[in-house]
T-cell receptor, first 113, second 117 residues
Framework: GENVEQHPSTLSVQEGDSAVIKCTYSDSASNYFPWYKQELGKRPQLIID?????GEKKDQRIAVTLNKTAKHFSLHITETQPEDSAVYFCAASRVGGYNKLIFGAGTRLAVHP | DAGVIQSPRHEVTEMGQEVTLRCKPI?????LFWYRQTMMRGLELLIY????????DSGMPEDRFSAKMPNASFSTLKIQPSEPRDSAVYFCASSLGWSGTGFYEQYFGPGTRLTVT
């Protein structure tokens, strides 16, 4: 079955710096890759997603890149702010997978003022 | 819409007791997912339903866990008997299905924090 590995497990940056979180997946049939943000004590919420027919997607300070050949995708946050501090989860899913998401282990991002 | 609703928000129980967690998905969503989150194991998918039918329960840890979805607006996750290692946050999520052009977002409920002593 699908396996998603996520790195790093923790990331500490200064406000204004960029943060990059990387994930690799094992199932070459996976074609949907969402990213969820979970603030302390809150529920996971979708922040951005990418489908396999594109290589990059941006939404303001957040971008996701996908390399299907290498089977990895990354989340990029620019100009980080303290409110970006949270746990970020990547996930993968595939057509025929009944919308089943396989999540990575999560990255705890701390943005220091 | 009120979003995905879960109850109770917190549950403290003694080992050996039965625990029932409840979930009301977003109206119109035909997929419902139960997840468990712990520090050690992260976010694990336990079971999910499509149109009230269980599709994949391979994530259910053992026979002590069971889940039902009697109708489109209600699901339960039951643990009987409960054990201290079941302590975790249990999330319910719902979504529309795959549309043919892409996937739909999974919306998570607020979670139930379960503590088994």
């Amino acid at each position: 079955g699908e396996n998603v590995e996520q790195h790093p497990s923790t990331l500490s940056v200064q406000e204004g710096d960029s943060a990059v979180i990387k994930c690799t997946y094992s199932d070459s049939a996976s074609n949907y890759f969402p990213w969820y943000k979970q603030e302390l004590g809150k529920r996971p919420q979708l922040i951005i997603d990418i489908r396999s027919n594109v290589g990059e997607k941006k939404d303001q300070r957040i971008a996701v890149t996908l390399n299907k050949t290498a089977k990895h995708f990354s989340l990029h946050i620019t100009e980080t702010q303290p409110e970006d501090s949270a746990v970020y989860f990547c996930a993968a899913s595939r057509v025929g997978g009944y919308n089943k998401l396989i999540f990575g282990a999560g990255t705890r991002l701390a943005v220091h003022p | 819409d009120a979003g995905v609703i879960q109850s109770p928000r917190h549950e403290v129980t003694e080992m050996g007791q039965e625990v029932t967690l409840r979930c009301k998905p977003i109206s119109g969503h035909d997929y419902l997912f139960w997840y468990r989150q712990t520090m050690m194991r992260g976010l694990e998918l336990l079971i999910y339903f499509n149109n009230n039918v269980p599709i994949d329960d391979s994530g259910m840890p053992e026979d002590r866990f069971s889940a039902k979805m009697p109708n489109a607006s209600f699901s339960t996750l039951k643990i009987q008997p409960s054990e201290p290692r079941d302590s975790a946050v249990y999330f319910c999520a719902s979504s529309l299905g795959w549309s043919g052009t892409g996937f739909y977002e999974q919306y998570f409920g607020p979670g139930t924090r379960l503590t088994v002593t």
